[in-house]
């Protein structure tokens, strides 16, 4: 699949909205799509496993009768996050739900695994896999997966430490197909400095874990609104891979962010209902239920609105940034 022009009239403006942990749920992902932006959900907050085919069923079924009443509206297809990791006992399960059910895009972490790659081509859909280095989006693009996510410093959550201008240039020195790119994305401007960059999209999350749809809790989201760049730490210890996370949440959760413990990949575990969780002693405390994963770019979020407020909100003010460049420019 083309995803660039597959998605070209199926969205209002470039972004992908990100998969977030405990709080993609079919509510979010909905509202993201009758708003024009492209909705995901990791397959393992449809918990138990059955309810994933159960959630497909009732999303398309939605979005359907939603296009034949809005004939008018720019709706666009959703997508479902597979974690690729030994700790994800539902992967295979997950895969052939998404089979059956023919998800468009499929967004792969960690690894892009061939099964999954062959079996989402078997139906015509198309793989992106999100990455952090060029030594993973080589093995991705390896593997067959059809574009990249890069997911650059600032991004919420697992999130690398390379700068955006870095990793876009050096990944379209060998790769021309379709990339997104994540990484303090909350504003309509930086979606349109991600295509100056080489990008085809936007990969934004956290923008939508303050918004009424979002399956977060009330003190998550105030925070996200009150905190700014200053109060985002960089730490490996709450999944064993080094994610971007709220430091009041920390706090609150009786740690000391300048002495947290070590942790690395092999103490993920996929297995439990709040994703990944990281033991310490008798204190377990698990990402994404205590400590809050954020991006650094909340500095510009001051309100909690619906879906379709924040994505018009982008929407002008990406028409906006272009109409500014263009006036520079003339």
């Not at 059910?101 to 062959?118: G, N």
């Not at 109060?231 to 002495?259: C, E, Q, R, W």
């Not at 990406?318 to 460049?325: N, P, R, V």
């Amino acid at each position: 699949m083309d995803v660039v022009n597959f998605l070209k009239d199926k969205t209002r403006v470039p972004v992908i909205g990100a998969p977030l942990f405990t709080v993609s749920y079919p509510e979010l992902v909905l509202a993201q799509c009758k708003a024009g932006v492209v909705g995901s959900f990791p397959a393992l907050n449809a918990r138990p496993e059955e309810k994933l085919s159960e959630w497909l069923t009732m999303m398309k079924k939605d979005l359907e009768e939603y296009k034949i009443e809005n004939p008018d509206e720019v709706i666009a297809p959703f997508a479902v996050n597979q974690i690729c990791h030994h700790s994800n006992n539902r992967l295979e399960h997950d895969m052939e739900v998404c089979v059956e059910h023919e998800v468009p895009i499929v967004i792969t972490s960690l690894r892009a695994p061939k099964f999954v790659v062959d079996a989402v081509h078997s139906y015509g859909g198309a793989v992106m896999h999100d990455v952090i280095n060029i030594r993973h989006a080589k093995k991705a693009i390896d593997e067959g997966a059809d574009g990249l996510i890069l997911v650059c410093a600032g991004a919420g959550g697992h999130a690398g430490a390379l700068s955006p201008f870095a990793l876009v240039r050096e990944v379209r020195e060998f790769f021309d197909g379709p990339v997104a790119l994540s990484g303090s994305i909350s504003h309509g401007a930086s979606i349109l400095s991600a295509q100056a960059m080489g990008a085809d999209f936007a990969y934004i999350g956290t923008r939508f874990i303050a918004t009424q749809e979002a399956n977060a809790s009330q003190g998550y989201k105030d925070m996200i609104v009150e905190s700014s760049a200053k109060d985002i730490m960089y730490s490996p210890t709450f999944t064993g891979i080094h994610g971007n996370y709220l430091k009041p949440s920390v706090v609150n959760a009786g740690l000391d962010p300048d002495n947290l413990p070590y942790a690395d990949k092999n103490d993920m575990n996929f297995g439990t209902p709040e994703g990944a969780s990281v033991q310490h002693g008798d204190n377990r405390k698990k990402a994404w239920k205590d400590i809050w994963g954020s991006g650094q770019g909340i500095g510009n979020l001051h309100d909690i609105p619906t879906i379709m407020e924040a994505v018009d909100a982008m929407v002008e003010e990406y028409e906006e940034a272009k109409k500014a460049l263009n006036s520079k420019s003339a």
